[in-house]
């Protein structure tokens, strides 16, 4: 028998099964759409990042698999039995806000967007820009305690709902105003998104590294957690010392100057920043001072 002649035994025998209908199209689209939503609901979220590590556990039994590693895979197939409860016991909080968005989602009008609902990277203006660093400089002098979150690509949802939405744009004279000792507003976090103050008041989870200097208060320790949980940008006008520092990827540069902030603002913009490598944050620089300890 020649090739050919195989060839079209094989698809004589096999082409029924590749027939394609209008309810496999439905299907397909149905699936691709499910599937399109689930990975932007990850990227959204830390259900990334904890993604990500899983991927990594997953090809490392692979390849314990290949090389027989028998005892590694032994114990895989034993965890897995109790990996499926174990995630959504990790996913809950995500899960749940999932479940919550999607309740209050209008479907249709979701399949003709095409803008996401987070502004992103590099959606502030040089005015944005310049009305934080001036805050900055005036709280610094004053020794006004400030905490200041910039989104990037992560969705910081879940911290715009602990404060008090403002949904006002970015000027210095509304954050001075905002962070003003006694002031109703001036305890937690404001939230910006592109050119807006979204939220204030905001409670920001706390980081347990150890190796943070023991001089970093409350305000310090929040800003480190929650670059740590996600890829924000956070910047912390000390009020016992009026130090300007920022957190990102779960280190925090202190004691920067006013051409420090801009630089670091001005890159953000510009190209945000992969947590992972950040290699622009890297290194004691003239104008600041890298520092976990």
């Known amino acids: 028998m020649t090739i050919v002649d195989s060839i079209g035994k094989f698809f004589s025998e096999y082409v029924q099964y590749l027939r394609v209908g209008v309810s496999d199209v439905i299907e397909i689209i149905i699936i691709a759409f499910l599937l399109y939503e689930i990975i932007i609901w990850f990227k959204k979220t830390r259900a990334w990042v904890l993604f990500k590590g899983i991927a990594v556990i997953l090809i490392f039994i692979l390849i314990a698999m290949l090389f027989n590693l028998n005892t590694i895979v032994w114990i895989a197939s034993k965890a897995l039995s109790v990996g499926v409860i174990a995630l959504f016991i990790v996913f809950q909080p995500e899960l749940r806000r999932a479940l919550e968005q999607l309740g209050r989602r209008n479907f249709f009008a979701s399949l003709f967007t095409t803008q996401e609902s987070s502004q992103g990277i590099g959606n502030f203006t040089d005015k944005t820009l310049n009305d934080i660093v001036k805050a900055c400089n005036e709280m610094s002098r004053f020794k006004t305690g400030a905490l200041i979150v910039i989104e990037q690509k992560n969705d910081l949802d879940e911290y715009i709902r602990t404060g008090i939405t403002m949904d006002a744009v970015v000027s210095s004279q509304l954050l001075i105003n905002t962070f003003e000792k006694n002031t109703p507003l001036h305890d937690g976090a404001v939230i910006i998104r592109g050119d807006r103050i979204i939220s204030a008041t905001c409670y920001l989870p706390l980081s347990d590294n150890m190796e943070l200097s023991k001089e970093l208060g409350t305000r310090h320790r929040a800003a480190v957690g ?68």
């Open 226 to 293: 929650l670059s740590e949980a996600s890829d924000a940008f956070i910047i912390i006008v000390s009020e016992e010392t009026g130090a300007i520092s920022v957190a990102v990827g779960g280190a925090i540069f202190r004691n920067l100057d006013s051409e420090g902030l801009r630089n670091k603002l001005t890159y953000i913009q510009k190209k945000g920043i992969d947590v992972k490598k950040f290699k622009f944050w890297k290194g004691k620089k003239k104008n600041e001072k890298n520092t976990a300890k």
